[in-house]
Nanobody, 115 residues
Framework: QVQLVESGGGMVRPGGSLRLSCTTS????????MRWYRQAPGKQRELVAT???????GYVDSVKGRFTISRDSAKNTVYLQMNTLKPEDTAVYYC?????????WGQGTQVTVSS
């Protein structure tokens, strides 16, 4: 069993910043990639950002230039730095990874962008 624990969500005004963290109970190099998803009320869960074992990153178009995914392998932690936040970024953000072919999810952390 692998645990993923997220933190760092909260409420922020438009244009503000937040940094999310996801810490795993196994080495982040024992999975192909770490991913951040989000789910807004009434919408499907969407993939926001990915970082592969090789360090390659990818982003959904709506967050390119504003969000940055990174990692600290010594801490088994992946981060999502979110800048210039918009109301449409409001969602529950989830960390995800595949270990031994099984998908694991964190509990989710709420991000609310509102004036």
């Amino acid at each position: 069993q692998v645990q993923l624990v997220e933190s760092g969500g909260g409420m922020v005004r438009p244009g503000g910043s937040l940094r999310l963290s996801c810490t795993t109970s196994r080495s982040i190099f024992s999975t192909d990639a770490m991913r951040w998803y989000r789910q807004a009320p009434g919408k499907q869960r969407e993939l926001v950002a990915t970082i592969t074992t090789a360090g390659t990153t990818g982003y959904v178009d709506s967050v390119k230039g504003r969000f940055t995914i990174s990692r600290d392998s010594a801490k088994n932690t992946v981060y999502l730095q979110m800048n210039t936040l918009k109301p449409e970024d409001t969602a529950v953000y989830y960390c995800n990874a595949l270990f031994d072919g099984l998908a694991y999810w964190g509990q989710g952390t709420q991000v609310t962008v509102s004036s």
